[in-house]
């Protein structure tokens, strides 16, 4: 019984110009044969654009897919922690204290009682 449409499936090859992680298949284990792309994640939006319509219910595929798209969400996640942090750590001179305006003046309630 045959379980997916392909023998070898591979996420390695990231395009860097067009930010899109490619999704390539081999029917064989042949080294003649040449793979194919059947599916790209796109790295901004992680959408999947399906170029082989077989991926789609190919339970290999969709293995390979979703972990793809997965390990691509945690880099994201990373890469907006860091800036975050590093936002975070620009407020804060050397010595650790606050770099920030001194709004004490604008407030008009300081010392009086309500």
Known sequence: MKTSNWFILRNNFFDDEKE???IDAWETDSGD???KT??????G???VEY?????ITDKYAQ???RDTVGRM???KMDEQTQTNLTKLLNEFDDDRNFIGEDHSADNDFIGEDY
Do not use: F, N, W
């Open 20 to 22: 899109v992680v490619h």
């Open 33 to 35: 044969e040449e793979g």
């Open 38 to 43: 059947i599916a790209k994640i796109h790295y």
């Open 45 to 47: 939006t992680l959408d």
């Open 51 to 55: 170029i082989d319509l077989r991926a």
């Open 63 to 65: 293995a390979i897919i």
């Open 73 to 75: 969400s945690d880099i």
